[in-house]
Nanobody
């Protein structure tokens, strides 16, 4: 069973930077795609960024130019470098991984950006 464990969330002021990490365990296979979603209170979960094993990336328009996603295939780990954080980035951030056609999710890590 694939498990995803996030780390790196926290509370910080607007304009600051934070890096989230997510490590996958329970599989010998490299996850096909890994990414980050977020869910703010009262809103639907939305894609933030995703990266394939070939390192193709996609970002939501709201984070382009501020966030960078990367991965270490050997470690089945994905990172999200977040710069110039805004109060509207406040949300629970969830790690997502796709392996053999199945979606897996982490439990989430809270990111709170204060003004």
């Amino acid at each position: 069973q694939v498990q995803l464990v996030e780390s790196g969330g926290g509370l910080l002021q607007a304009g600051g930077s934070l890096t989230l990490s997510c490590a996958a365990s329970g599989t010998i296979f490299t996850l096909d795609s890994m990414g980050w979603y977020r869910q703010a209170p009262g809103k639907q979960r939305e894609l933030v960024a995703a990266v394939t094993t070939g390192r193709s990336t996609k970002y939501s328009d709201s984070v382009k130019g501020r966030f960078t996603i990367s991965r270490d295939n050997a470690k089945n780990t994905v990172y999200l470098q977040m710069n110039s954080l805004k109060t509207e980035d406040t949300a629970v951030y969830y790690c997502n991984g796709i392996c053999a056609g199945r979606d897996y999710w982490g439990k989430g890590t809270q990111v709170t950006v204060s003004s």
